[in-house]
C-alpha cells in the first residue's frame, strides 16, 4: 500500500479489483457453462488470462483445456515457451491450423501475406468440431474503438459472427450466458485491463514471459514504420534491406502483421516505465492488421474473429 | 498481500463512472476532451482523429472521433451502445461507462450506471435543465448512483456568465434533493474551450469549486463494507480430488457486499442450515478476514449440501426469503413485457424461472409520475411489477445492497435479456 491509498483498512488496489473481477467471470463460466475452452497464444494477455484461472480453480485444475489457432508464423520463442507451460501444467491443447486450413483449399493464402483474419475459419470450425459452448478471449477494451463496445459475455451466432446491435445489455456484474445450441460465448476475463495494467500484474505476480517481450538484438526490415521479422511469411521484399537492432514485441500475433520497437527494456519494470512515457497505443505501434481501415477490427468481429 | 515490488507501488484506486447526456449537449467532446487533457490519448489515436476530420472536411479535430467506435455511429454521428474508455492520472485509475443521451437509450444508460459510483450529467448551459436531464437524474436515483455530477457545458455560449450557472445548478440540486440524490456537484464547463474539464478556467474566476477531473479523483470510490451485511453467493464449489487435496472442499465465490470471518457463525439459504466459516482462501494464501469485492474459496467447519446459487451470510442478519418479488424493472428488448410472461430471473448465482403477476404502474421518467396498469412495458420503459418465483430467493432491498437487491429478467426461449431489475 502507498500514499495515495487512504488508511481504511477494507481498500483494495486497482490490480486486486480487476483480479478479483477476472476470477469471478471464469467462475460464473466454470458453473454455467458445459465446455469452456481458453484461447492461448502465448501472448501475454493470454499468459495472464491463464494465470487467473490458475488462481481461480486452485488448488483444483481449472476446468477446461486450451486452444492455440496456429497461423503457422509464430515465433519459435513463443512456440517453445507454450509447450513448456503446457507440458508443465499438464493441461490439454487442442490446435487449429490455419496452414492445414490453407493446404485443404478451405481458407486462401493473402497477396499480403498476413493471417491474422485467416485465424476465423479455423477457429470456427474447432469451436464447431469440439462443440465449445464459451470460447475465452484476451481481448481488452482499452485495445480498440470496436472493443469498446464489447461486452465481458459476447454472443455469437452459428456463424461465429458479432452484431453489435444484437449484443445483450449488461448490467451489474450479472452476466446473462443463455445461448442456443449451435451458438457459443465469447467471454473476455480481462475486459477492464489497460496494456499498463496487463504489465503492472504481470511485475506482481512474477510471471515468465517469452523473450521476445524483452529487449533483444534481431534482425528486422522496416515496411510500414514498422520493424517487422524476416521470415518464410514473405518479408523482407525487394528494396527492403535488413539491419540488426535492438528491439522488443509489445504484442505477439502472426510475424507478419506483427512490428517490434525499438527498446532497450530488458526487465518487467524498464517496460513499464517505457509503456507509460510511450505516446503510441500498442496496437498503433505494432499491428498491421488494424491499420487495414478504420473499420478494420469491427468487421473482422463481424465475420466471427476474436 | 502479496509480495510487493517497487512496480506495484504504482497500485491505485479505481473509479467507474458513467456520463449521460447527448450529442447536442456536447457529450463526446467533454469526454474526448477529459481523455485528451489527461493525456490519455496517444499520438496514433490523435493522427487517426486528425485524418477522420479532414475526410469529413471538418477544420480542427474533432475530439468526438476519438469516442465514436462503430462505423453505423460514425456515419450517423450518433452513439449506439455503451462504450467503455479508460485513463489514468497519477492519482486514480478510471473506467468510464460512456452512454448515449437519447430516449431511446434509457436502457443503455440503466446499463453504466449499475456498476457507476459516480454519474456525469450534461446539460447545454443555453437550454438548462430539460427533460432529457431529469430522466437523466432519475436512472441514477433508480440505480442509486452514490454520487451525481452536473457539468453545464458550453459556458463560453452565455457569456461564462456565472448567473445562468447559479440557477441551473440550483434547480438540478432541488430535483435531486426530490429524487433522494444528496451527493450532487455542479460544474461549469466548456468542453470545446477545455474549461474546467482538466484546467482551470481563465474565463470564470467567480467559480472556487474542483475541475471534472478533480471532482473525479477525489470523490469515494468505496463504500464501507463493514457498514453492508456480509453477503457470499456461492459460485462454483472446489474439489481438487487428488492425492494432494484428498479431502478439500472449498466453496468459489466473490463477496457480493460486507465482511466475513473466520469462526464467524453462518447460515446458507434457501436450506437454512448453520455452520462456521473454518478457513478463507484469498487468492493463494489464507486469511482471517474478506470483504467485498474479494473473491475467495470459503471452507465451512461442517460437511453441508451447498451448491452453486446458494448464499452464505452471518447467521445474525440473514435476508428474508421469498417468492413474491415486488420490484422496479427497466426494459431492456425489443419486444414488450407483459403480465403473465414466463421468465427466468438471475439473482447472484442463481437463476429460477418466475412469471409476471402483475405490472401495477409504468414510470414517467420527465416527472416521476406512475402511471397505473400500463398493461405492458416496452423497451426502455420503467415500470413497477410483481413477480412470483418457483423457488425461494434470499433477496436484499436494492436500497441495502446494489449487488443482492439486482436481478435480470431472461427469455427462456432464446436467452434475451429481457429487463433489469431492483427490488423493493
Known amino acids: 500500500m502507498n500514499a495515495h491509498v487512504s488508511a481504511d483498512p477494507y481498500v483494495l488496489s486497482h490490480l486486486e479489483v480487476l483480479e478479483s473481477e477476472a476470477v469471478h467471470v471464469f467462475r460464473e463460466v466454470a458453473g454455467e457453462f458445459e465446455r469452456p475452452v481458453l484461447l492461448f497464444s502465448g501472448g501475454k494477455d493470454s499468459i495472464v488470462m491463464l494465470h487467473l484461472a490458475l488462481k481461480a480453480f486452485a488448488p483444483a485444475m481449472p476446468p477446461f483445456g486450451l486452444l492455440h489457432v496456429d497461423t503457422g508464423h509464430n515465433f519459435p520463442e513463443v512456440m517453445a515457451y507454450r509447450d513448456r507451460v503446457v507440458a508443465g501444467l499438464g493441461l490439454r491443447l487442442h490446435v487449429a491450423s490455419v496452414q492445414e486450413a490453407i493446404d485443404a483449399g478451405r481458407v486462401r493464402e493473402r497477396p499480403d501475406g498476413t493471417r491474422n483474419p485467416l485465424q476465423t475459419v479455423p477457429l470456427l470450425e474447432a469451436i464447431g468440431a469440439h462443440r465449445f459452448d464459451a470460447v475465452f478471449g484476451g481481448g481488452r477494451r482499452d485495445e480498440e474503438k470496436a472493443r469498446a463496445k464489447e461486452r465481458v459475455f459476447s454472443l455469437r451466432d452459428e456463424f461465429g459472427g458479432w452484431d453489435p446491435r444484437r449484443q445483450r445489455p449488461e448490467l451489474w456484474q450479472l452476466y446473462n450466458g443463455r445461448h442456443a445450441p449451435g451458438e457459443h460465448v465469447r467471454v473476455f476475463p480481462l475486459s477492464n485491463f489497460t496494456e499498463l495494467d496487463v504489465w503492472q500484474y504481470i511485475a506482481r505476480e512474477k510471471i515468465e514471459l517469452p523473450s521476445i517481450y524483452f529487449a533483444h538484438e534481431r534482425e528486422v526490415f522496416a515496411r510500414d514504420g514498422m520493424w517487422l521479422a524476416p521470415g518464410g511469411w514473405g518479408g523482407p521484399r525487394e528494396g527492403e534491406s535488413v539491419v540488426r537492432r535492438q528491439v522488443r514485441y509489445r504484442t505477439v500475433g502472426d510475424m507478419s502483421c506483427t512490428g517490434a520497437v525499438d527498446s532497450t527494456a530488458a526487465t518487467v519494470a524498464e517496460v513499464i516505465a517505457e509503456i507509460t512515457a510511450s505516446r503510441l497505443t500498442e496496437r498503433g505501434a505494432s499491428r498491421a492488421d488494424d491499420r487495414l481501415s478504420e473499420a478494420a477490427m469491427e468487421d473482422r468481429k463481424r465475420e466471427g474473429y476474436f | ?424
Request: hydrophobic share 40%; aromatic share 6%.
Open chain 2, 1 to 424: 498481500m502479496t509480495v510487493t515490488t517497487s512496480v506495484t507501488d504504482t497500485a491505485t484506486s479505481l473509479l467507474r463512472f458513467a456520463t449521460a447526456g447527448s450529442v447536442d449537449d456536447g457529450k463526446s467532446t467533454l469526454v474526448g476532451r477529459l481523455l485528451h487533457d489527461s493525456k490519455s490519448v496517444l499520438t496514433d489515436q490523435l493522427e487517426a482523429v486528425a485524418h477522420a476530420s479532414r475526410d469529413r472536411g471538418t477544420g480542427a479535430p474533432d475530439l468526438a472521433l476519438l469516442t465514436d467506435g462503430l462505423r453505423a455511429e460514425r456515419e450517423q454521428g450518433i452513439t449506439i451502445d455503451v462504450a467503455y474508455r479508460y485513463f489514468a492520472t497519477p492519482r486514480r485509475r478510471f473506467i468510464l461507462a460512456d452512454t448515449p443521451g437519447h430516449v431511446q437509450y434509457t436502457r443503455n444508460m440503466v446499463t453504466g450506471a449499475s456498476t457507476a459510483r459516480t454519474a456525469v450529467v450534461l446539460v447545454d448551459a443555453r437550454n438548462g435543465v430539460v427533460e432529457q436531464t431529469r430522466r437523466h437524474l432519475a436512472v441514477a436515483a433508480l440505480l442509486r448512483v452514490p454520487y451525481v455530477l452536473l457539468a453545464v457545458n458550453k459556458m463560453d455560449l452565455v457569456g461564462y456568465t456565472e448567473a445562468v450557472f447559479a440557477a441551473m445548478a440550483a434547480e438540478f440540486t432541488a430535483y435531486a434533493r426530490e429524487l433522494g440524490v444528496c451527493q450532487v456537484t455542479a460544474v461549469p464547463v466548456s468542453a470545446l474551450a477545455g474549461d474546467n474539464v482538466v484546467t482551470p478556467s481563465a474565463h470564470m474566476d467567480w467559480y472556487g469549486g474542483p475541475t471534472v477531473l478533480e471532482y473525479l479523483e477525489t470523490v469515494p470510490v468505496v463504500t464501507d463494507p463493514a457498514a453492508e451485511p456480509a453477503r457470499f453467493p456461492v459460485q462454483y464449489t472446489i474439489r481438487p480430488q487428488t492425492t494432494t487435496h484428498p479431502d478439500y472442499r472449498g466453496y468459489a465465490g466473490r463477496i457480493a457486499s460486507g465482511v466475513l470471518r473466520v469462526g464467524e457463525p453462518v447460515t446458507v439459504l434457501p436450506s437454512g442450515r448453520t455452520s462456521t466459516i473454518a478457513a478463507i482462501d484469498a487468492l493463494g494464501h489464507s486469511a482471517d478476514i474478506a470483504w467485498a469485492p474479494q473473491s475467495i474459496i470459503l471452507h465451512l467447519a461442517d460437511d453441508l449440501d451447498v451448491s452453486r446459487g446458494d448464499l452464505i451470510t452471518p447467521t445474525t442478519d440473514t435476508p428474508h426469503l421469498t417468492q413474491d418479488v415486488e420490484a422496479t424493472v427497466c426494459h431492456l428488448a425489443d419486444r414488450p413485457l407483459l403480465p403473465g410472461a414466463r421468465v427466468l430471473l438471475k439473482h447472484t448465482t442463481r437463476t429460477v424461472r418466475a412469471f409476471v403477476k402483475d405490472i401495477s404502474s409504468r414510470l414517467t421518467l420527465e416527472d416521476l409520475s406512475q402511471h397505473p396498469k400500463p398493461g405492458r412495458l416496452n423497451a426502455n420503459d420503467i415500470g413497477r411489477v410483481t413477480l412470483r418465483t418457483a423457488e425461494p430467493l434470499a433477496l436484499d432491498p436494492y436500497a441495502t445492497s446494489r449487488h443482492t437487491g439486482s436481478f435480470l429478467l431472461i427469455d427462456p426461449t432464446d436467452g434475451t435479456t429481457l429487463a433489469g431489475g431492483v427490488a423493493e
